[in-house]
């Protein structure tokens, strides 16, 4: 994954589990222990993996939960260049 010229993150392989991470935090968003549960890895894992994700041009923010909950992470929108699945 890198960014192209027109500033477009290129979207990770269908089917690895990088693309999984990015889906899950999609939308509404994830927990390290949703993730950690979804991926079958360690939080520290989790953790180095957004840590990819950012140096990749992914914005990933976390929103703070409330009272004893996790906070959940999710992917800030940006333009992403899609892969076409191979036949």
Do not use: C
């Amino acid at each position: 994954m890198t960014i192209n010229k027109k500033n477009e993150i290129d979207a990770p392989k269908i089917g690895t589990k990088e693309a999984t991470l990015v889906s899950a935090l999609t939308g509404k968003g994830a927990s390290i222990t949703q993730l950690s549960e979804l991926l079958g890895w360690q939080p520290h894992t989790i953790r180095a993996a957004f840590t990819r994700l950012r140096q990749r041009g992914y914005n990933i923010e976390r929103l703070k939960a409330e009272g004893d909950a996790s906070s959940m992470f999710r992917l800030k929108p940006a333009p992403v260049k899609r892969r076409r699945a191979k036949a």
